[in-house]
Nanobody, 126 residues
């Protein structure tokens, strides 16, 4: 059974850093398309970063150059390093996994992901 559990959320000052981790069970993270999404209060859920099972990454425009997505095969986790945080990064962050891997991943098409974590809150104060 596939399960995703996020951790690492919390509070940070503007300009600070946080690192999120998504622990996967039931499959190897490097075998599936995976992504991070976020949802701020009153807004729709949006894509943050995605990674294919070939290691190709894709970032949303608002986080490009500040966030880094990576996979840790030894720990079987999907990680999101968030730097130069801004108050507008405040949101609940979710990791998601597709049922397949390969070079053609859903990127930020949410319907392409079948498994979701419960989310972790990130709050950035100015």
């Amino acid at each position: 059974q596939v399960q995703l559990v996020e951790s690492g959320g919390g509070s940070a000052q503007s300009g600070g850093s946080l690192r999120l981790s998504c622990a996967a069970s039931g499959y190897a993270v490097s075998s599936k398309c995976m992504a991070w999404f976020r949802q701020a209060p009153g807004k729709e859920r949006e894509g943050v970063a995605s990674v294919s099972s070939y290691g190709k990454t894709y970032y949303g425009e608002s986080v490009k150059g500040r966030f880094l997505v990576s996979q840790d095969d030894a720990k079987n986790t999907l990680n999101l390093e968030m730097n130069s945080l801004k108050p507008e990064d405040t949101a609940v962050y979710y990791c998601a996994a597709a049922t397949y891997g390969g070079p053609y991943c859903p990127q930020f098409r949410q319907q392409g992901y079948s498994y979701w974590g419960q989310g972790t809150q990130v709050t950035v104060s100015s």
